[in-house]
């Protein structure tokens, strides 16, 4: 084998230099509906996966994602079929949008129906079974193309669907040696520490659960009708992601409600963020614009919506509109580079590192 070669390339990093986002882009229904079809009448793979990745055209490096670090797979089983057990290192939303199944994960089971949102945390094994008289459909959502860029997407199959135990793999190891006793010792009055290597290999773990939320518990939050008094937007929060906001580590989910009779928002300046937006429409038509560009949607359309730092904005005719949109902001939280811009004369806010974006009025219109 050949030595490896190298670069050297000037390092003169801090200037200045343009972010270049992905143009936004739309998958129209029809096209959503034709691989559905395509899909559910493919003979049955050997694992059970009938699944389709959506790959956005400046893709061009194999990591597949729909945006740089977000890959959305169509999924699909017809009544009766299952998948084979699965593990990998990537975390995982699924939201459903026809039919209805049963996801096990590790030794859990979860039921999940139209509308409805799940979580498939990392290194769980899991399996899908349609237990309902249609075909099941899920846009699937993962951080596996920002694992394929870091060279560490793992993929598996498993024996089977059960909870990992790695008493095993440990037999023999003197389990004195832990965190608990390791050193962890303060050097400056402003809180640098020295911490010994226990602390990075026996790391105190946050359980991360297999989540569901069902379409009625979140309906049930979300505005109906004009002046209902209840919220137009709403996270799936789950509480292992703590301080991040997270649906999953990497991602957020939200679902926006634009009720009939709402009046029409005005056109004017939108925000940005660092953070991918990704929207799939389920009920409703309206349009966004994008950097400029206006883009029309309507019900079944997928968007990247809010490519990384393009200014964007959403309007919603008057018609009963639900928007499920994706964004990687924890994972942004995490690597503390969550910048943010609400307005385009307004601060550029670096969220979860400084005081955040104050004031908003519509989301609350009570409570």
Not at 114 to 138: C, F
Not at 356 to 362: A, R, S
């Amino acid at each position: 084998m050949s030595e490896p070669t190298f670069k050297m390339l000037d390092g003169r990093a801090a200037a200045p230099f343009p972010i270049t986002p992905w143009q936004p882009l739309l998958v129209p229904r029809e096209e959503i509906e034709r691989e559905i079809c395509r899909l559910s009448e493919m003979p049955l793979p050997e694992d059970g996966r009938r699944a389709t990745l959506i790959v956005h055209p400046s893709c061009t490096d194999g990591s597949m994602g729909f945006a740089p670090g977000i890959d959305v797979t169509i999924s699909v089983l017809n009544p009766g079929e299952e998948t084979r057990a699965l593990m990998r290192n990537s975390n995982q939303i699924e939201f459903c949008i026809r039919g209805s199944g049963s996801v096990r994960v590790g030794a859990e089971e979860q039921q999940l129906s139209k509308w409805g949102t799940l979580t498939i945390p990392s290194m769980q094994a899991y399996s899908h079974k349609n237990t309902g008289d249609e075909v099941w459909v899920r846009l699937t959502y993962s951080n596996a193309p920002l694992l394929r860029k870091l060279a560490v997407h793992w993929i598996n199959y498993a024996d089977s669907v059960v909870e990992r135990n790695i008493e095993t793999s440990s037999t023999g190891l003197d389990h004195s040696y832990n965190r608990n006793n390791a050193p962890d010792r303060q050097i400056s009055d402003s809180g640098a520490r020295l911490r010994g290597y226990e602390f990075l290999t026996d790391i105190e773990v946050v359980r991360n659960r297999p989540l569901v939320w069902p379409w009625e518990a979140v309906a049930d939050m979300l505005t109906m009708k004009d002046g209902d008094a209840k919220r137009n937007i709403i996270l799936l929060y789950n509480p292992a992601t703590e301080r991040r906001n997270g649906t999953t580590h990497s991602f957020f989910a939200t679902v926006f409600s634009h009720p009939v009779g709402k009046p029409v928002r005005k056109v004017g300046r939108g925000h940005k963020h660092s953070s991918v937006a990704i929207n799939y429409h389920f009920t409703g038509h309206g349009r966004s614009i994008v950097d400029g560009v206006e883009i029309p949607w309507r019900a079944g359309d997928l968007l990247l919506s809010g490519p990384s730092w393009s200014e964007h904005a959403h309007y919603y005719d008057d018609e009963a509109t639900f928007v499920l949109t994706i964004q990687d902001h924890p994972l942004h939280i995490g690597m503390e580079s969550l910048i943010w811009q609400e307005r385009m004369d307004g601060p550029i806010l670096n969220l979860g590192s400084e005081a955040g974006q104050t004031g908003y009025v519509g989301p609350r219109m009570a409570g």
